[in-house]
């Protein structure tokens, strides 16, 4: 059953935990919706969740005034059910960057999607979301992030992934849990989500000027620490593990 928690005034985090062969037992699944004169949701999820996701939407509005559904990258969990979403809101555009439409969304949709360009800010209404073009920033080369620049909540897709089920929002450390996750990937499956280099050093610093408040993470919890310090340690790590 998915779950929803308003993490920020009118952000609500709807969250479906999967048993999954990892240290933890499973891992979350998060989408976010942004409640505003034109709603938006932040990832779809997989085909698999929507029943429960749209039920878990249904609880907070009328999914059918959805205006916008945006997500980071082209993955099932991300915008698998972009167009189940796109059926029960028949006024809502796909959002995404420009290799996303040419590779993955303008085939797939079922509705043409609006191109977001670098630094592009959508008015939601007295929200304002600010998109960034993010090459391999969290991973795969149509990655796009979004920052919701009135709460300063950075929707981070699968930066700081962790594993479990963790509370809605956390302020204890998630670089630490990313890292272990990241390390059980590598060993386990051979695969990581974080195909860093230094091509990658400019979006980290973009992201870090922010100054973002809260991460509103893929996978765990939503964290309200420090995130400037975070995203800084998690690509010092990161780099560091490149040289060993």
Known sequence: MARIHEIAEGIYRISTFLQAPTPNGGITFNQYLIVDQEPLLWHTGSRGIFPETIEAVRKVLDPSRLRYISWSHWEADEAGALNEFLQAAPNAEPVC????????VGDFSSRRPRVVNDDEVLVLGRRRLRFLITPHVPHNWDAILAFEETEGILLASDLFTHFGDPPPVVESDVVG???AADAFMRQE????????????????????????RVAACMHGAAFAGDVVRALRDLRSELYRGLQT
């Open 97 to 104: 960057g420009l290799v996303g439409a040419i590779v993955n």
């Open 177 to 179: 849990p990313s890292l």
């Open 189 to 212: 499956w051979r695969t990581t989500y974080y195909p860093i280099g230094p091509h990658t050093a400019r979006v980290f610093d973009r992201l870090e000027a922010l100054k973002p």
